[in-house]
């Protein structure tokens, strides 16, 4: 399965499109780990956690300074960002079928706490395929 986050930054307050030292994290349900594709063992050649071919126009590719992989989700660092919409993608396992809570994504300065956003969480349903 493919998580896409979208980010748009847009900082109309301070007059400037640079933020520095962003971090966010996106919690993954209790039924979904996330995958390290970085891993030889994961058996998944040619995929990447960042950006991809299929870019929207209006989307820029979003490459993480340093990234984090849990099994309840993922922490995503980057550097330097500029205004603009951004999209970053990373890739999950079913490991169970139910519903579960999945708690909402947060992003933030690190060092400037006023500058955050978050967006609430949602009820996840996975299912078994059956073929």
């Known amino acids: 399965m493919r998580i896409t986050l979208e980010i748009d930054y847009q900082d109309r307050s301070k007059n400037t499109r640079i933020m520095e030292l962003l ?3 996106d919690f993954t349900p ?13 058996g998944l050649e040619g995929e ?24 309840g989700g993922i922490s995503v660092f ?8 951004y999209k970053f993608f990373y890739l999950a396992r079913a490991v ?7 708690l909402g994504s947060s992003i933030s ?14 009820k996840v349903k996975i299912f078994e395929f059956n073929r």
Do not use: C, H
């Open 23 to 25: 971090a966010f994290e």
């Open 30 to 42: 209790a039924g979904l780990t996330p995958i390290n594709t970085e891993l030889k063992t994961e």
């Open 48 to 71: 990447t956690l960042a950006g991809d071919s299929e870019t929207l126009d209006r989307l820029l590719e979003f490459y993480p300074s340093y990234l984090e992989i849990r099994d």
């Open 78 to 85: 980057k550097n330097t960002i500029y205004g603009g919409l």
């Open 96 to 102: 169970t079928d139910g519903t579960f809570w999945m």
């Open 109 to 122: 300065a690190m060092y400037d706490p006023d500058v955050n956003a978050s967006i609430p969480g949602e």
